[in-house]
């Protein structure tokens, strides 16, 4: 490699570095996408060096040509990285000074890689959040539209993995949106926290040119500046959070990609997943697969490894920068290039679903469904709830040996079993879907109260400034 290259470090050496130093300190290949960032950092440090007359009129004027000039060639792809360019900043350092010559290498005056890097991995993150925010409601207002389509469809409720009480379907898709919704006020908090300017922090402590960190701020956008220098290049609490947040929202999707794939096995039969996002078996014939679902429940591995990657790369760095740091950005592109591929393809997964309503009626009020609604109309009648579930856990025994559901009981042990309770009234207790419809005093599946919580979650897809 040779001296001009776009290494930005050669002068008190006298040996080239190893080859295979070399080859693990670059980063071109990955950082390059920072590069709208880096040039309008440059272009603010350009500004501000103009200002305090470390560059003349004329220095800037060829100095922003020549940085819009390598923005067009980024954009169209003729930029052009050569061998010796260690990172973005040294190629685009390297690239200035052949558009411009020597007035080029003026412009990193009072200004470090290690300021650099931080504040354009928080301009990217900054833009990268937003599309996500666009993902999350994608999928959000894919549940919400199912929903609205299947809102007071009848559908066991599990736990354990076992039924449970009946729900209704909307009910069950919208806990789905709600666990999004969360996710999304993650996103938008880490990138309020995540909006601070770090220019001006220099390699550690600052820089004796009388550059004005509020005067960065103001040109990139950032909301605030940073209160510590030493803070400033060391800190990647910004990325860890925007991981965190990855990492749980790919939770969310697995978890969601899970249920798909069980409702649309024959055993659940709940759903069929849409062509588009199923795929058939090389040598089965007639298989259907809920691959997309399962892909969205594998990708979450690696959103948890990005996150835990990098807090293993930050436990035990002392202040400030270490080169260490050059490992923060990986996972950040991963987790970002993941969940754009995985947003889309969930919320499209979730459009094709079509349930099977029958099937799911004939579900929800089996497997004792109701016992819990018998034991507290017990409690109406003023049974104590424990002696109400002995009693009533008994009668499932019973009914279970003798292989009949409670509704399907005999009408003398109903009687024998729950002498409170007028036999009259037996037949709507054990009724699923007037089952829902008694839980409309508290969270539960009530058609009408998941027809407003329906409203509440739209009015939050509402886009409010990205
Ligand atoms: N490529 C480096 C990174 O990503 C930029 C900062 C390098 N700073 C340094 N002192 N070597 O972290």
């Given at each position: 490699m040779t001296a001009e290259a776009g290494r930005l470090w050669g002068g008190r050496f006298t040996e080239e570095p190893d080859e295979a130093a070399w080859r693990l300190g670059r980063s071109v290949h990955f950082d390059v996408r920072l590069w709208p960032h880096d040039l309008a950092g440059s272009r603010a440090h350009a500004d501000e060096l103009l200002r305090i007359d470390v560059l003349s009129d004329d220095d800037h004027r060829d100095i922003v040509g020549a940085l819009d000039a390598i923005g067009e060639e980024f954009r169209f792809g003729t930029f052009r990285f050569s061998e010796g360019d260690e990172d973005l900043h040294g190629a685009i350092e390297r690239r200035l000074v052949e558009l411009c010559g020597a007035v080029g290498g003026r412009l990193r005056a009072g200004r470090s890689r290690n300021d650099q890097i931080c504040s354009d991995?928080?301009?990217?993150?900054?833009?990268?959040?937003?599309?996500?925010?666009?993902?999350v409601r994608g999928v959000q207002s894919a549940l919400a539209q199912k929903a609205e389509a299947v809102l007071d469809w009848l559908a066991p409720g599990y736990t354990h993995l076992q039924r449970a009480q009946p729900v209704v379907l909307g009910h069950h898709l919208l806990a789905h949106a709600w666990a999004l919704d969360r996710d999304a006020g993650r996103f938008a908090d880490c990138r309020s926290r995540l909006d601070v300017s770090t220019l001006g922090a220099g390699a550690l402590a600052g820089?004796?040119?009388?550059?004005?960190?509020?005067a960065y701020a103001a040109a990139l956008g950032f909301a605030r500046v940073a209160e510590n220098s030493m803070d400033a290049v060391a800190d990647r609490d910004f990325a860890v959070e925007f991981l965190a947040a990855a990492a749980l929202l790919g939770v969310h999707l697995s978890r969601l990609g899970e249920e798909v794939v069980l409702w649309s096995s024959a055993e659940f039969g709940w759903a069929r997943v849409g062509d588009a996002f199923s795929t058939g078996s090389s040598i089965m014939p007639q298989k259907r697969n809920p691959d997309v679902a399962e892909l969205v429940r594998g990708k979450t591995g690696r959103l948890i490894g990005d996150l835990v990657s990098l807090l293993v790369t930050l436990k035990g760095l002392p202040l400030t920068y270490n080169r260490d740091l050059q490992e923060d950005k990986e996972p950040v592109f991963d987790a970002v290039d993941t969940l754009a591929l995985a947003l889309p393809a969930m919320a499209g997964t979730v459009a094709s679903l079509v349930f099977d309503r029958d099937r799911l009626a004939a579900t929800a009020a089996g497997g004792f469904a109701l016992a819990t609604d018998v034991a507290e109309a017990l409690v109406r009648a003023g049974v104590p709830f424990r002696t109400a579930h002995e009693r009533v856990g008994a009668l499932v025994s019973d009914c279970e040996r003798a292989g009949v559901e409670l509704a399907a009981a005999a009408p003398d042990v109903l009687r024998a079993a729950l002498p409170e309770l007028d036999a009259g009234a037996l037949p709507g207790l054990l009724d699923p879907q007037s089952a829902v419809a008694r839980r409309a005093a508290t969270l539960g599946p009530d058609p009408a109260r998941v027809q407003a919580q329906l409203d509440r979650l739209r009015r939050r897809l509402v886009p409010r400034g990205g």
């Open positions: 991995l928080r301009l990217y993150l900054r833009d990268a959040v937003g599309g996500i925010l666009v993902g820089t004796t040119l009388p550059l004005d960190p509020a």
